[in-house]
């Protein structure tokens, strides 16, 4: 189940009424939005769009029938059980990360960033820059693990001819297991403009 | 090694402590009369003695106890209460001009010198790009051969001859070359993290940090990976002349600048 999914499905669950609307689900063998909106004390919107959407996830089927020739949907129950299963690894790109490591990057000039070193160590802390301008202007403060402050350790000086990340990663002696964690702190370094790519 | 000098000339600091000497003796002596002038002319060599001493217990540098001993002299001399005869006025003047001519040979030998602007000028001897490109982080200058009791001595030679101010942490030494050396000798400075300074930690690897304020004491904005290297490629090379023992030659080297 993909993580977009596994969310939409958690929203819906999670409302209040849900609950005492699939214990109506079972007990009924079909339900229109009106009939489950005036049992619950909803309003019939609210009952329609939750039908709706568990309809969007297939746990219900909908049928249109006709009443004094006026249609509506009714509903009934097609799962009995729901499992919401998200594959956490399967989040990370791996093949988006063998393609990071051959960027190669350095510290951008005058990117206005100040590295605070982590006390008696050169290993890098937290990196503080400035965003918007003016008025506007606000300081944010990325805090770091100790792999990716060794790695900005090694990171090349502006004035540096560029190297690749993967390059950085074995002067830093990272492990391979930390390389995603590194991997993410270039990102949020790319987006701030505090490192550049060529 | 006559080459032109890399640093900016402008030594502004002393200029004004001189003049701010001048100003308050001159303000002693009209507003106050004699006794209070050379209460004030006194209090002065007796602060640079306190100095001196103390600075003669951290470095254990006997150069700075003849510049102790000549202000305590000048102190005795002039002091206003002390109302010595004159006999012994004499012997206090005689001793304090031998202590004057050992003050100017210690002084001309560069004994108890700071070494902070040869250091800069050394490292930015190679350095022939300008192109800026500062930043705070810390410079990793490659590894070299130490044992960890190799370089606590040497540690112990750079403060003893005023070239580096050492910290000796956990894992590693700071070896800080600060524009003044007194803050860190009289305790004034604990935090060397806003000076330009050389790590060996105690596997080997030495990293640079050069302080901004440092950079821009340079005429031009040498590119400052460029820098940092040779920096530490410098006090790589001290390293290795100490465990020569050619430690003559590190001060040599200084001395040529």
């Not at chain 2, 103390?54 to 002390?82: A, C, D, E, Q």
Request: net charge positive; proline share 3%.
């Amino acid at each position: 189940m993909d993580f977009k999914t596994a969310s939409q499905l958690g929203s819906i669950i999670s409302k209040d009424y849900a609950e005492d609307f699939f214990k109506l689900l079972v007990i009924y063998q079909d339900i229109s939005a009106s009939e489950a909106a005036s049992r619950l004390n909803l309003h019939i919107s609210t009952a329609q769009d939750f039908l709706e959407g568990l309809n969007s996830q297939d746990i219900v089927s909908k049928k249109e029938v006709l009443e004094k020739k006026r249609p509506y949907f009714r509903y009934s129950l097609k799962k009995k059980t729901l499992t919401i299963t998200i594959d956490f690894v399967a989040l990370y790109n791996k093949q988006d990360h063998q393609d990071r490591l051959k960027w190669k990057i350095r510290e951008k000039k005058n990117s206005g960033a100040i590295f605070k070193k982590f006390r008696k160590s050169d290993y890098i802390s937290a990196v503080h820059f400035f965003t918007g301008k003016g008025r506007t202007r606000i300081e944010k403060k990325i805090n770091l693990t100790r792999n990716q402050g060794n790695f900005l350790l090694y990171l090349p000086f502006p004035t540096e001819p560029f190297l690749s990340v993967a390059e950085i990663i074995k002067k830093a002696k990272i492990e391979d297991s930390n390389i995603p964690e590194v991997l993410d702190i270039i990102d949020a370094l790319l987006n701030h403009k505090i490192i550049e790519k060529r | 090694m006559e080459k032109p000098g890399k640093l900016k000339t402008s030594n502004w600091g002393i200029v004004f402590f001189t003049l701010l000497i001048v100003v308050i003796l001159t303000c002693s002596a009209i507003f106050f009369g004699k006794t209070v002038f050379y209460t004030v002319l006194c209090f002065m060599p007796l602060l640079a003695a306190i100095t001196h001493f103390i600075s003669f217990l951290r470095t254990k540098n006997w150069g700075h106890l003849i510049l102790m001993l000549f202000y305590v002299f000048i102190v005795l001399l002039f002091f206003p209460t002390l109302a010595f005869n004159q006999q012994t006025r004499i012997i206090l003047a005689a001793c304090a001009l031998i202590l004057f001519i050992g003050e100017i040979i210690v002084l001309s030998s560069k004994r108890i010198n700071w070494r902070y602007r040869e250091i800069l000028e050394l490292a930015a001897y190679p350095v022939e790009e300008s192109t800026d490109g500062f930043t705070p982080r810390a410079f990793p200058a490659g590894e070299a051969q130490y044992t960890k009791e190799e370089i606590i001595g040497f540690t112990k030679f750079m403060i003893k001859h005023v070239i580096a101010y050492p910290f000796v942490e956990e894992n590693r030494v700071v070896l800080v070359v600060p524009e003044n050396m007194f803050v860190y000798m009289l305790f004034l400075k604990h935090s060397y993290k806003k000076d330009t300074y050389i790590t060996f930690d105690f596997k080997g690897n030495v990293s640079v940090t050069i302080a901004k304020k440092d950079y821009q004491k340079y005429k031009e904005e040498f590119t400052f990976d460029q820098l940092c290297a040779s920096l530490g490629n410098l006090f790589i090379e001290f390293l290795e002349l100490y465990q020569k023992d050619k430690s003559r030659e590190i001060i040599d080297k200084l001395n040529a600048i």
